[in-house]
């Protein structure tokens, strides 16, 4: 299985010729992975550094360190973290500024973690390099997992809204 996938087909009518080169998207897997492995790690600082003004204007470096330092330690050291998706987006209604944007879907595994996803929404600056204007993730622990009926687990990774591989 390749370590991501591009979607290339059903792309948001928005997308229209969003979609760049290869090696474009091949530098927006890089630097996910760059993110990952700085909070991963604890290097919260070089993480913090990848994270867009205008999210920094709401989420402060000791706020993101500490909330980063909690969740390492309760989910214990990273296993994998797999970017699954890329979807693209030129100049989407919504955006805080007209631009390039990208939506890294991930999944990940932890040994703490029965189920986590989520995705990191980037945005190409005036000088071309992608910084995060948004993370979300979700996750289901395994003390909670384990308490789940069968059913419910089963559709666990649905309910978080986690895109399949």
């Not at 909070?39 to 994270?51: C, E, F, P, S, V």
Request: charged share 25%; with cysteine; hydrophobic share 40%.
């Amino acid at each position: 299985m390749p370590e991501w996938l591009l979607l290339t087909a059903a792309l948001p009518a928005m997308a229209g010729d969003a979609v760049p080169g290869e090696a474009v998207q091949r530098a927006v897997i890089d630097r996910t992975q760059a993110y990952f492995a700085a909070k991963d790690g604890g290097d919260y600082h070089r993480a913090y550094a990848l994270i867009a003004a205008s999210m920094r204007g709401y989420l402060t470096e000791d706020f993101y360190t500490a909330e980063a330092r909690r969740f390492n330690a309760e989910a214990g050291r990273a296993e994998a973290r797999d970017v699954v998706r890329l979807t693209w987006y030129r100049d989407p209604p919504d955006a805080p500024e007209p631009g390039l944007y990208v939506a890294a879907d991930f999944r990940s595994r932890f040994p703490n973690i029965h189920a986590h996803c989520g995705y990191l929404m980037w945005h190409q600056d005036a000088d071309g390099q992608f910084r995060i204007v948004r993370e979300e993730q979700s996750f289901i622990d395994k003390a909670t997992a384990a308490q789940l009926p069968p059913e419910r687990l089963a559709s666990a990774d649905r309910q978080l809204g986690c895109v399949d591989p």
